[in-house]
Nanobody, 114 residues
Framework: VQLQASGGGLVQAGGSLRLSCAASGSILAFNFMRWYRQVPGKQRELVAI???????NYVDSMKGRFTISRDNAKNTVYLQMNSLKPEDTAVYYCNAVKSLHNFWGQGTLVTVSS
């Protein structure tokens, strides 16, 4: 399984970005998919989760600003990020879970300028 994250870039505070995570196979095979982010020198932190049935959950600080969604036909999961803040600057990773196995994408850098 390969996960390809894309969509990162430089954006001003208050702006928006949409990240994509394209899987090499059907994402219906995964129990759930997640977005994480990591700032250099800090632990990777969970951002959002979407289950195979489409149920979603978010870390409190992202609720109302970020939206995770999926397009099963395109084998892609998205993270729509609105009202971005400088503290959202990080490398964002997509993750997929199947049974006891975790799969990771390569990460995409999001930089939010003040």
């Amino acid at each position: 399984v390969q996960l390809q994250a894309s969509g990162g870039g430089l954006v001003q505070a208050g702006g928006s970005l949409r990240l994509s995570c394209a899987a090499s196979g059907s994402i219906l095979a995964f129990n759930f998919m997640r977005w994480y982010r990591q700032v250099p020198g800090k632990q990777r932190e969970l951002v959002a989760i979407i289950s195979s049935s489409g149920n979603t959950n978010y870390v409190d600080s992202m609720k109302g600003r970020f939206t995770i969604s999926r397009d099963n036909a395109k084998n892609t999961v998205y993270l729509q990020m609105n009202s971005l803040k400088p503290e959202d600057t990080a490398v964002y990773y997509c993750n997929a879970v199947k049974s006891l196995h975790n799969f990771w994408g390569q990460g995409t850098l999001v930089t939010v300028s003040s």
